[in-house]
Each structure stands twice: as structure tokens, then as C-alpha cells.
């Protein structure tokens, strides 16, 4: 009996179109340019020659949901995948054998949408790779001002963030990358030599000074700040106030902790001031004659600052902690020797208007 040869080829991959359409739109409805990317590449399961499957569990992420689909914002990013001449482009691009050249109206529709939700450095991606970042930093630092010259300023600040927020890192290795705010190491910086006067004290600096400071680290861009230098002291306080406000929802957390950490300093400086008394000035193991006089640690102030303790915690580990969960902390405490430990404290200037202006204070509060 003759048996013939098995056919053993594999049945052609069919792309379901209606799946690799709603799974762009979702990302660009949700801004995200990596799964964005991702559905272009050489594996993905957009293409009619990749392995790869929409209906395999692991691809799930990929595809909206319900609710997502009931959103305006999914319908428009649906209804401009499914344009004539972009989907053309997309089929094309899929179906070459090459890395794909994406879509332009998307990648900007993309890059729009991470901005409105907060996703900056996704946007600064999406733009750069059109070259047009610089030109829409430029746009949004232009109706920053525009709103300032308003009156507007939680619109000002908005656009300042939206701005500096796309920078790019071009000396980063081993390509250029988003600017990436890092608060513990910046911190760390602007503490990194310990005060031996009022004016190396940040807290403790004149307001015209405190506020170059506090927007250029806040801004995380020197320029960004200096456009801000010909604005009226008023018009920066409010500024500074609104981008704390911004730049941390939580702030209020931290003000709570702040009051509460000055009112033990008050008292730990008033048992140095009266352990000095008792020695005739000499200053030798004062944080020992504290802890025998009133049974405290002075870590008790940087762990009240931060909420909780730190196990054997140095000045440096409450810094970096503190300035992570609340970046403008850092502004408002120095570093302190006190006897023989080194610790962060709450320092403000009582006649400057700052620490009213950002609430650290009450209003009722005096020098």
C-alpha cells in the first residue's frame, strides 16, 4: 500500500484585524508609547509573520477593556487608528519584513495624551523621536507665562511642570533618555556640606535667595527658574507654593510632622542651651547630659520628620528618605550636630515670608 507524505506545513497566521485595531487605540488613549512600540516590532502579534497571537492570555494587557472602550478618549484614539490613510500606513508597516517607520498623527496623539495624564517623560519619548520636544517645551513654557501674566498661577505652574518635565538627558548612557527627577540624590547635594553659618543654611537664607534655590531644585532646571526671575517676590512665593502643592498632593502629611518636629527641637534647644549653663559653656558630651536630663534621643526629631524610625539611621538615611516621599522637605530642615549626633532638623526663618507662604506655619505663627 502507498502512503503518501504528511503535510506537516503550518497554517497561515490570520491577524485578527478588529483586535490589532482596538489595541492601538488603547495605547494611544492611555498615552503609552512603549506598548505603543511594541506592537510594531518584530514579534508582535500585529504582524502576519510573528508567532505570536492577540488571543494568547499573556497578550491581554494589550487589549481594552470594557470600561476603557465606554471612554471618549478611546473612541477618538479608535476612530484616528482607523483613519484611511493611517491604517494604510499601518498595514504597510506590519506587513514589511523591516522595522516599521510609525505612524507620525499617532505618535503625536500618543505624546498628547501622556501629557494630559501626568506622563511626562512618556511624551518627551514620543516627541523626540519626531524632533519637535524642544518646540513643544518651548510651547508650553509660553503659555505658562501667558498665565502668569493672568494671574493664573496653578495654570502657570502646571505648564512649568508640563515643560521641564520633557527635558532630555543627552549625556545618559548609552543613549539619550528623559530627564528623570531623582529627589534622594538632589537632596543629598543641596546638603552635602554642613552649615558653619546662618547663610550656608538653606532654611535660613534670604527669601530672594531661598526662592532661586528652592524653584531651581523644584524645576529641576536652572533655566527653567531664571524665567521666573523678573516676577514679583509675591507672584514666586505663590508660584513655589503651588508647585509644592503639585509636585506633592501629600504636602499637608508632611506640614503636620514638620510643626510637631519644630516643637521638639524648641525643647531640645532649650535643655543644650541650659546644659551649657550648668557646665560653664563647655559643650562635651551635651547629648549624653540630654538623655540623663529628660530621657530623649535626638532622633527622635529627624524620625518625627519622617513618620517612623530608621534603625540606627544617620542623617543622611532620614534626608533621602524624607525628601523621596515629600521632594520640597528638603528645603526646610539643615543638619544639626547636637552633643555627639548628627542629625536633620526643622530650620525656618521667622521673619521671612516663605514658610507662611507654603503652610509650614500658621499665619498666626511668630518669629
Same mark, same amino acid.
Given at each position: 500500500?502507498?502512503?503518501?507524505?504528511?503535510?506537516?506545513?503550518?497554517?497561515?497566521?490570520?491577524?485578527?484585524?478588529?483586535?490589532?485595531?482596538?489595541?492601538?487605540?488603547?495605547? %494611544?488613549?492611555?498615552?503609552?508609547? %512603549?506598548?505603543?512600540?511594541?506592537?510594531?516590532?518584530?514579534?508582535?502579534?500585529?504582524?502576519?509573520?510573528?508567532?505570536?497571537?492577540?488571543?494568547?492570555?499573556? #497578550?491581554? #494587557?494589550?487589549?481594552?477593556?470594557?470600561?476603557?472602550?465606554?471612554?471618549?478618549?478611546?473612541?477618538?484614539?479608535?476612530?484616528?487608528?482607523?483613519?484611511? !490613510?493611517?491604517?494604510? $500606513?499601518?498595514?504597510?508597516?506590519?506587513?514589511? *519584513?523591516?522595522?516599521?517607520?510609525?505612524?507620525?498623527?499617532?505618535?503625536?496623539?500618543?505624546?498628547?495624551?501622556?501629557?494630559?495624564?501626568?506622563?511626562?517623560?512618556?511624551?518627551?519619548?514620543?516627541?523626540?523621536?519626531?524632533?519637535?520636544?524642544?518646540?513643544?517645551?518651548?510651547?508650553?513654557?509660553?503659555?505658562?507665562?501667558?498665565?502668569?501674566?493672568?494671574?493664573?498661577?496653578?495654570?502657570?505652574?502646571?505648564?512649568?511642570?508640563?515643560?521641564?518635565?520633557?527635558?532630555?538627558?543627552?549625556?545618559?548612557?548609552?543613549?539619550?533618555?528623559?530627564?528623570? !527627577?531623582?529627589?534622594?540624590? @538632589?537632596?543629598?547635594?543641596?546638603?552635602?556640606?554642613?552649615?558653619?553659618?546662618?547663610?550656608?543654611?538653606?532654611?535660613?537664607?534670604?527669601?530672594?535667595?531661598?526662592?532661586?534655590?528652592?524653584?531651581?531644585?523644584?524645576?529641576?532646571?536652572? *533655566?527653567?527658574?531664571?524665567?521666573?526671575?523678573?516676577?514679583?517676590?509675591?507672584?514666586?512665593?505663590?508660584?513655589?507654593?503651588?508647585?509644592?502643592?503639585?509636585?506633592?498632593?501629600?504636602?499637608?502629611?508632611?506640614?503636620?510632622?514638620?510643626?510637631?518636629?519644630?516643637?521638639?527641637?524648641?525643647?531640645?534647644?532649650?535643655?543644650?542651651? $541650659?546644659?551649657? !549653663?550648668?557646665?560653664?559653656?563647655?559643650?562635651?558630651?551635651?547629648?549624653?547630659?540630654?538623655?540623663?536630663?529628660?530621657?530623649?534621643?535626638? $532622633? @527622635?526629631?529627624?524620625?518625627?520628620?519622617?513618620?517612623?524610625?530608621?534603625?540606627?539611621?544617620?542623617?543622611?538615611?532620614?534626608?533621602?528618605?524624607?525628601?523621596?516621599?515629600?521632594?520640597?522637605?528638603?528645603?526646610? %530642615?539643615?543638619?544639626?550636630?547636637?552633643?555627639?549626633?548628627?542629625?536633620?532638623?526643622?530650620? #525656618?526663618?521667622?521673619?521671612?515670608?516663605?514658610?507662611?507662604?507654603?503652610?509650614?506655619?500658621?499665619?498666626?505663627?511668630?518669629?
Amino acid at each position: 500500500m502507498f502512503f503518501g507524505k504528511k503535510n506537516t506545513a503550518a497554517a497561515p497566521k490570520i491577524v485578527n484585524q478588529e483586535l490589532t485595531t482596538k489595541s492601538l487605540a488603547k495605547t %494611544v488613549a492611555e498615552g503609552d508609547f %512603549v506598548n505603543f512600540r511594541l506592537l510594531f516590532q518584530a514579534f508582535s502579534p500585529a504582524r502576519p509573520n510573528s508567532s505570536e497571537r492577540f488571543e494568547d492570555s499573556k #497578550y491581554s #494587557y494589550l487589549l481594552p477593556d470594557a470600561d476603557l472602550e465606554s471612554k471618549p478618549e478611546f473612541r477618538t484614539a479608535l476612530t484616528q487608528v482607523r483613519a484611511d !490613510a493611517t491604517w494604510q $500606513h499601518i498595514q504597510r508597516e506590519l506587513d514589511a *519584513n523591516r522595522p516599521a517607520q510609525l505612524p507620525a498623527e499617532l505618535v503625536i496623539a500618543v505624546a498628547d495624551n501622556a501629557v494630559r495624564l501626568g506622563k511626562y517623560t512618556i511624551a518627551s519619548q514620543a516627541y523626540e523621536l519626531l524632533r519637535i520636544r524642544r518646540r513643544m517645551q518651548d510651547e508650553f513654557f509660553a503659555q505658562a507665562e501667558k498665565a502668569l501674566d493672568d494671574d493664573n498661577v496653578r495654570r502657570a505652574v502646571h505648564g512649568y511642570l508640563v515643560a521641564t518635565g520633557l527635558e532630555y538627558n543627552y549625556a545618559a548612557f548609552p543613549e539619550p533618555l528623559p530627564l528623570v !527627577a531623582d529627589w534622594q540624590t @538632589k537632596a543629598l547635594m543641596l546638603h552635602g556640606v554642613y552649615p558653619q553659618s546662618a547663610e550656608d543654611c538653606i532654611p535660613l537664607q534670604q527669601p530672594e535667595q531661598f526662592l532661586r534655590t528652592a524653584l531651581t531644585y523644584l524645576l529641576l532646571d536652572p *533655566n527653567a527658574a531664571a524665567r521666573l526671575e523678573s516676577r514679583s517676590i509675591q507672584t514666586r512665593l505663590a508660584f513655589l507654593a503651588e508647585l509644592i502643592k503639585q509636585r506633592d498632593p501629600n504636602w499637608r502629611d508632611f506640614v503636620h510632622r514638620y510643626r510637631e518636629a519644630c516643637g521638639l527641637m524648641r525643647d531640645f534647644e532649650a535643655r543644650i542651651q $541650659h546644659a551649657i !549653663a550648668e557646665r560653664g559653656g563647655a559643650r562635651v558630651s551635651l547629648a549624653r547630659e540630654i538623655e540623663e536630663m529628660a530621657g530623649e534621643d535626638p $532622633h @527622635k526629631i529627624p524620625a518625627t520628620l519622617l513618620g517612623r524610625t530608621i534603625e540606627n539611621g544617620e542623617w543622611w538615611q532620614y534626608l533621602k528618605e524624607i525628601a523621596y516621599t515629600h521632594p520640597a522637605s528638603a528645603l526646610f %530642615v539643615s543638619r544639626q550636630i547636637i552633643g555627639e549626633t548628627e542629625i536633620i532638623v526643622p530650620r #525656618y526663618r521667622g521673619d521671612s515670608p516663605v514658610p507662611f507662604a507654603v503652610g509650614l506655619l500658621p499665619a498666626t505663627a511668630t518669629t
